[in-house]
């Protein structure tokens, strides 16, 4: 099995997929070598960018709160927090005066709810602005219901959102929150908190034994932190060249060529050869 995220490592910064990656994709299903896509975007903005078409087996969406099969066009799981879990989450985000997200079940959840206590976190303003279409403030009228995430937005300190990460698992029981970098910056902190058992790698746990496939037979290319539980369950982990120096620097994985630079195929190659 073969996993990858998408932007910054499948996608280039066009959000495209190269000829040389689209062919690389192509081989390996020939190879009948399942291959898997894990993204925080949700499958509706997976859809945004990969065609009906394309080629590949299985989805990891957000995060790991979703597995869909491509071929089939079906959600095979989906976790979502507990309503009270989604309360308590949120009345701790508002006391440390940030903003926050309220993500709906999937597989509605590219549409939100918001909240916005602090007005000079731009990259939250910017993602706001840009999904204006499928969002809604909270007012008084709103009742916590189930959730498939959470998002607050940090500005690039790393103590702070350790601080926060702390926090919440010390007040909020059974959940996971996982550090990622800002697609929109590059530089902010996005901080997503979801029901416990959620990321990238328990998700390709759970299709390793779906599909009878054993860990050792897996290989995953990421770029991100968002990538490090996958990254560091896999039996070969590649990281691309743009990746964070702490990834870069990890001896645990190998570095390959930028996304830009057809890093995905780069790594294939490495394992498989080029035929």
């Not at 731009?122 to 809604?136: C, E, G, I, P, T």
């Not at 029981?173 to 790698?201: C, H, L, M, T, Y």
């Not at 897996?218 to 964070?244: C, E, K, R, W």
């Amino acid at each position: 099995m073969v996993i990858t995220d998408l932007d910054g490592t499948l996608l280039n910064d066009d959000s495209q997929v190269s000829a040389a990656n689209l062919e690389t994709l192509k081989k390996l299903g020939e190879k009948k070598i399942i291959r898997v896509a894990a993204t925080g975007r949700s499958l509706h903005l997976v859809k945004q960018v990969l065609s009906d078409s394309f080629p590949i087996d299985y989805v990891i969406f957000s995060s790991g709160a979703g597995i869909f099969c491509w071929r089939e066009k079906k959600i095979l799981t989906a976790h979502h927090l507990s309503a009270q879990q989604v309360e308590n989450i949120s009345e701790l985000i508002k006391t440390m005066n940030n903003n926050l997200m309220i993500f709906n079940e999937i597989p509605e959840n590219h549409h939100f709810k918001y909240w916005v206590l602090n007005n000079t976190e731009s990259d939250f303003v910017r993602r706001l602005n840009h999904f204006k279409l499928v969002s809604q403030e909270i007012d008084s009228d709103f009742k916590y219901a189930k959730a498939s995430q959470i998002l607050t937005i940090l500005p690039e300190n790393v103590e702070l959102f350790t601080q926060i990460k702390q926090t919440i698992y010390q007040k909020v029981n059974q959940v996971k929150v996982i550090r990622a970098s800002s697609p929109i910056d590059g530089k902010s902190i996005w901080v997503e908190i979801f029901p416990k058992g959620v990321s990238k790698g328990d998700a390709v746990i759970w299709l390793c034994k779906l599909l009878k496939i054993s860990i050792s037979e897996t290989i995953s290319v990421g770029n991100d932190y968002n990538d490090l539980d996958m990254l560091n369950i896999t039996q070969h982990a590649f990281v691309v060249s743009n990746s964070p120096k702490e990834l870069l620097e990890n001896p645990k994985f190998r570095v390959v060529s930028t996304n830009n630079a057809d890093g995905f195929s780069n790594a294939i190659e490495m394992i498989y050869g080029t035929n």
